[in-house]
C-alpha cells in the first residue's frame, strides 16, 4: 500500500465527463488499496475568464485607475477551484467512494502576504493523514491557501502544481502525479514541434530550467519544491483509459519522472528546448560608464517589482559612454520606462529605445557542464535560416537567445532538430 497525491490540470476536469474520467483514475488507485488525495484546477479557461471580470470590474465602473485590491482578486480567482473539488467530490461519492473537498484554508495551506503570487509556507497535513487513514479520498482546491491576514491567497497561474507537490511533501506521499493533457514531459513542447520526444526522465535541475524558462508543463515553484523535499514526481496523461494495462503501476507508471540527476543513466547533451514569448528589449543609450550605474538602473526597477532577465553592456569605445541593454516582460514596459524616466537623472542617460514582441528560445541540458561547442551549433543553426540574435545568456546548463516574435517556431524547431533531439 502506498499514500498518492494525484493532481489533474485545468483540461483534465474541463467538463462533467472529463470529471467522470478523473473519477475512474482516483478509484483504480483506491481499489489497490492505496492513500489517496486529489488536487484539482479550475476548468480550463475558467481561471481567465475570472482574471477578465476582475481586470474589467473597474473599467466598467468607470474608475479612475485600472487597479485592483489583489485580496479581492484572490476571493474572485481562487472560486474556480472550488467548484471543481466539489464536483469531484460528488462524482467519487456517486461511484461509492468515500470523499470529500477541502479548501486551502481548511487544511489549512499557510502562504505569505503576497496576494496573487503567494509562497506556500507551511501546510498541516494531519487532518488529512488521519482521514486517509480512514479510507477517505481528500480533494484539495489547488492555486489556492491562507494568508498571515487570514484572507485566501492564490499561488500564480499554474499554482495547482505547487499546491500538489507541497501537499505531498506535507503528507510524506510516495508519489505525486500531475495529470495533464500530454503524456509527459517532452524535448520541447509537443503543441509546437510534432516531432518532440518523450522523456522518460529528467533531472531537477533540467526541469527547473525548462519550467523558468518556458515550459509550462510544471510551475517553477513546484520543481522546486520536489527537489527540496525530494518528492518523486511524475507528469502523465489523464487522457489515456484509466484501466488500461500498466496505469496503475506502482513503481514505474506511465509518464516522466522528475528525479535526481544520478538517477538517469544515459544523459544527453542537450534535453530540451523551451521558449518564452511577450519578451521586450529595453535600451539605455549613451550611459555614462561610471561605478554605480547598473545599480542606478535596476534598482529603482527592483522596487517596482519588475522582473529583469538577459543583461546586455557594451564596453565603451573612450570610458566616459557605452549602452545597457536589457529583457523585461512585455507587459511590464511601460511602467520600466516611467521608472527609468523618473531616475533620468541620478542614471544620466541620453535616450531610452525599447521593442516588444520578442521570444526567448532556450537550450537546455546538464551534460553542456562536460562540453564545448554547443552554443556555437545553435548559432549556426540560427544563421543559416536567417534568424537574427539580439542577445544571448548562458549558465551551466542553459543558453538564452533572444529573436524576433515571428520566428520563434522556426527557431525552436531549428534548435531542437540540431541537437538530434527529433524522433526517428
Ligand atoms: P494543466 O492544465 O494540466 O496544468 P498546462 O497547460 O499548464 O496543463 O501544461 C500542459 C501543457 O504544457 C501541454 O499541453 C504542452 O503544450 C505544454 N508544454 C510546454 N512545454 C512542454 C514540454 N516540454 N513537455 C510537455 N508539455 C509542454
Ligand atoms: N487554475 C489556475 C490557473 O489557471 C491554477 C492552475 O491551473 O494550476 O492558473
Ligand atoms: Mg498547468
Not at 178 to 200: F, H, M, N
Not at 220 to 226: G, I, P, Q, T, W
Not at 264 to 270: F, G, K, M, N, S
Not at 413 to 419: A, D, N, Q
Request: hydrophobic content about 40%; charged content about 25%; overall charge negative.
Amino acid at each position: 500500500m502506498a499514500r498518492i497525491v494525484m493532481k489533474f490540470g485545468g483540461t483534465s476536469v474541463a467538463d462533467l465527463d472529463r470529471i467522470k474520467n478523473v473519477a475512474r483514475h482516483v478509484k483504480r488507485e483506491v481499489d489497490a488499496g492505496h492513500e489517496v488525495a486529489v488536487v484539482v484546477s479550475a476548468m480550463s479557461g475558467k481561471t481567465n475568464e475570472l482574471v477578465g471580470w476582475v481586470q474589467n470590474t473597474p473599467k466598467v465602473v468607470g474608475a479612475n485607475s485600472p487597479f485592483y485590491d489583489a485580496r479581492e482578486y484572490d476571493a474572485v480567482v481562487a472560486s474556480g477551484e472550488q467548484v471543481t473539488s466539489g464536483l469531484l467530490a460528488i462524482a467519487l461519492q456517486a461511484m461509492d467512494i468515500n470523499a470529500r473537498s477541502w479548501q486551502g484554508w481548511q487544511i489549512p495551506i499557510r502562504t505569505d502576504n503576497a496576494h496573487g503570487a503567494a509562497r506556500i509556507l507551511e501546510i498541516d497535513g494531519s487532518d488529512i493523514i488521519k482521514r486517509m487513514g480512514e479510507g477517505q479520498v481528500a480533494v484539495i482546491s489547488g492555486f489556492q491557501g491562507l494568508g498571515p491576514d487570514n484572507r485566501i491567497a492564490t499561488l500564480g497561474r499554474g499554482g495547482s502544481d505547487t499546491s500538489a507537490v507541497a501537499i505531498a511533501a506535507a503528507v510524506k506521499a510516495d508519489r505525486c502525479d500531475i495529470y495533464t493533457d500530454v503524456d509527459g514531459v517532452y524535448t520541447t513542447d509537443p503543441r509546437i514541434v510534432p516531432q518532440a520526444r518523450r522523456l522518460k526522465k529528467i533531472a531537477f535541475e533540467e526541469m527547473l530550467e525548462m519550467a523558468s524558462l518556458g515550459a509550462k508543463v510544471l510551475q517553477v515553484r513546484s520543481v522546486e519544491l520536489a527537489m527540496v523535499h525530494k518528492v518523486r514526481t511524475f507528469v502523465r496523461s489523464s487522457f489515456e483509459d484509466p484501466d488500461a494495462p500498466g496505469m496503475g503501476d506502482l513503481l514505474n507508471p506511465p509518464g516522466t519522472l522528475i528525479c535526481d540527476e544520478e538517477e538517469i543513466v544515459e544523459q544527453e547533451v542537450v534535453t530540451g528546448i523551451a521558449y518564452a514569448k511577450d519578451e521586450a528589449q529595453i535600451s539605455l543609450r549613451r550611459l555614462s560608464d561610471r561605478p554605480g550605474v547598473s545599480a542606478a538602473i535596476f534598482g529603482p526597477l527592483a522596487e517596482s517589482h519588475i522582473n529583469v532577465d538577459m543583461i546586455v553592456q557594451n564596453i565603451s569605445e573612450d570610458g566616459s559612454k557605452t549602452d545597457m541593454t536589457f529583457t523585461v516582460p512585455s507587459g511590464d514596459v511601460e511602467k520600466a520606462i516611467k521608472v527609468l524616466g523618473e531616475n533620468k537623472q541620478k542614471i544620466g542617460y541620453d535616450v531610452i529605445q525599447n521593442e516588444s514582441g520578442l521570444v526567448k528560445v532556450s537550450v537546455i541540458g546538464i551534460g553542456m557542464r562536460s562540453h564545448a561547442g554547443v552554443a556555437a551549433t545553435a548559432f549556426r543553426a540560427l544563421a543559416e535560416k536567417g534568424i537574427n540574435i539580439k542577445a544571448i545568456t548562458t549558465s551551466e546548463i542553459k543558453i538564452s537567445i533572444l529573436i524576433d516574435g515571428p520566428y520563434a517556431e522556426l527557431a525552436v524547431r531549428t534548435l531542437h532538430s540540431c541537437y538530434g533531439l527529433d524522433k526517428s
